[in-house]
């Protein structure tokens, strides 16, 4: 069955970085797009990017433009998020997202607070 794994979470300061992993298995990881998605607490959930099966394209949204960056390892079957000047708003648990065969599959999440 189709199983993601997030990683990587923590507090970090205004300004710092992190490095978002989610490990993927029970699909064929290089057929399929990726996403990351974050939920803050009392929000709906948003979409924050996305790369497709090649890692050739991504795209993200306009809130995370410049800072965040997800790439991908086929061969680990490993998809990332490179956070940098995180700010106090990008706090949220990030989930990463597969769509296959007509279903949405999401991860667990991991924690990402930002404060001093």
């Known amino acids: 069955q189709v199983q993601l794994v997030e990683s990587g979470g923590g507090l970090v300061q205004p300004g710092g970085s992190l490095r978002l992993s989610c490990a993927a298995s029970?699909?064929?990881?290089?057929?399929?797009?990726m996403k990351w998605y974050r939920q803050a607490p009392g929000k709906e959930r948003e979409l924050v990017a996305t790369?497709?099966?090649?890692?050739?394209?991504?795209n993200y949204a306009d809130f995370v433009k410049g800072r965040f960056t997800i790439s991908r390892d086929n061969v680990k079957k490993m998809l990332y998020l490179q956070m940098n000047s995180l700010k106090p708003e990008d706090t949220a648990v990030y989930i990463c997202?597969?769509?296959?065969?007509?279903?949405?599959?999401w991860g667990q999440g991991t924690q990402v607070t930002v404060s001093s």
């Open positions: 997202n597969v769509h296959r065969d007509r279903a949405d599959y």
């Open positions: 029970g699909f064929t990881f290089s057929n399929y797009v």
């Open positions: 790369i497709t099966s090649g890692g050739g394209l991504t």
